[in-house]
């Protein structure tokens, strides 16, 4: 399967996320101890533990009712 998305569409939501001041976490990223806040050291950390300016922009690939890109930005 080939996917195809609109290169300035995903160029306008690429920059909406590097433009944002935080990002939400992926799941890999909520457990991963470098995305943590200071002090925090729970085997089960919640999003309140991530340090969201820690996460770096991006996208995600989704998959769920469709597919589609993703910007998780935190407003």
């Known amino acids: 399967m080939k996917l195809h998305f609109d290169h ?3 160029a306008r939501l690429l920059a909406h996320a590097q433009a944002a001041s935080e990002h939400s976490p992926t799941y ?3 457990v ?3 995305f943590l806040k200071a002090g925090v ?3 089960h950390p919640t999003g309140a533990d991530v340090d969201r300016t ?4 991006g996208l ?3 998959g769920d ?3 589609y890109l993703s910007a998780p930005v935190r407003r």
């Open 8 to 10: 300035a569409l995903v």
């Open 28 to 30: 890999d990223q909520l």
């Open 32 to 34: 991963d101890p470098a």
């Open 41 to 43: 050291s729970s085997r």
């Open 54 to 57: 820690k996460i770096p922009a």
């Open 60 to 62: 995600m690939l989704v």
């Open 65 to 67: 009712h469709g597919v």
